[in-house]
Each structure stands twice: as structure tokens, then as C-alpha cells.
């Protein structure tokens, strides 16, 4: 039993071994900090054994544990109210599609972004900033790759859209 009366079951070693990278990485791609990815990437994993029972199976392994490092992450901003994504600034760097974002001022990059919504703007980040393919950033996010890819394109549209308009 864990703390909260609950029946606790571990995970296998393997389920870490298998997954830690690839949370890791998304917790790289929304903090921008490889110590904080790697604490929360920590915290994840030991939520997931505290709720191992809960999983029924009904999505991917990914999906489970990257909607763990989500809620992770989210608690983590919130009892850390000054650190902001201001790291994402970066963006513009990252992105392939210079002409269209790397000219671009990174206020002006950050309220186009910031108008996109979920989870068009969380794609464009993990695309982006941490270089997922579309197949990963569809398990993650629990959609297919091809929504993934679409939401994607779409995105990009309306940053373009977007940062014309504030020219």
C-alpha cells in the first residue's frame, strides 16, 4: 500500500529503461533546462509507480507516461511562479522554417504562439524545440501521426498568419 492507502504496483526495470529518454526528452522540450528535464523526468517516473494501477492499458505507455510528465510539469510551474517558458523564446533559432520565424521579433513570436491554443502550439513545440517526429509527438500527445502532422502544418499557417499581420 503507498501512502494514500492505494495498492501500489512497480513498474518493471525495463518500463525506465525503455521510456526515460523519450520523457526526458519532452521534458527537455518544455523546460529548455537538462537538470530540471532530468528532476522531472525523476518526479515522472515515481508518479507513474504510485499510479501504476491506475493504468488500464487503454492508451500507449508514451502517451501514459508523457500526460505524467505534463501534470509534472504543470505542478511545477505553478509552486514555481517565476520561472516561465521564457526559454522558448529560443523558437525562432530552433525552427527550420527561418524566413518565416527567425526574422520575427520574440515578443512578436511568443503572443503567435501564445495564440495558437493546445495542442497546436504544444505540436509546434515539440516539433520544433525538441525535434520529435510526428509519429512521437502523436503518441505523446495521444493523437496519429498523421493528426500530429496536420496540427503541425496548420500551426505553422497560423504563425505565418499571424506574424504577417502584426507587420
Not at 508523457?66 to 514555481?80: D, E, G, M, Q, S
Not at 495558437?116 to 493523437?143: K, Q
Request: net charge negative; hydrophobic share 35%.
Amino acid at each position: 500500500m503507498d501512502a494514500k492507502g492505494g495498492e501500489r504496483v512497480d513498474l518493471p526495470e525495463d518500463i525506465f529503461q525503455q521510456y526515460a529518454r523519450t520523457v526526458h526528452k519532452y521534458l527537455l522540450t518544455l523546460t529548455r533546462s537538462p537538470d530540471l528535464a532530468e528532476e522531472l523526468t525523476q518526479e515522472t517516473f515515481y508518479q507513474a509507480i504510485r499510479s501504476s494501477a491506475r493504468f488500464d492499458g487503454s492508451c500507449s505507455v508514451t502517451t501514459w507516461l508523457c500526460a505524467i510528465a505534463k501534470r509534472v510539469h504543470l505542478a511545477y510551474l505553478r509552486k514555481h511562479p517565476r520561472h516561465t517558458d521564457i526559454d522558448a523564446l529560443d523558437l525562432a533559432d530552433s525552427c527550420s522554417d527561418e524566413k518565416t520565424l527567425g526574422t520575427e521579433s520574440r515578443l512578436s513570436l511568443m503572443r503567435a504562439l501564445h495564440s495558437l491554443g493546445e495542442p497546436m502550439r504544444e505540436t509546434v513545440y515539440l516539433r520544433a524545440l525538441g525535434g520529435f517526429s510526428f509519429r512521437e509527438i502523436g503518441a505523446i500527445l495521444g493523437m496519429s501521426e498523421n493528426a500530429a502532422r496536420v496540427t503541425y502544418f496548420r500551426g505553422r499557417q497560423k504563425l505565418r498568419k499571424e506574424l504577417e499581420d502584426d507587420e
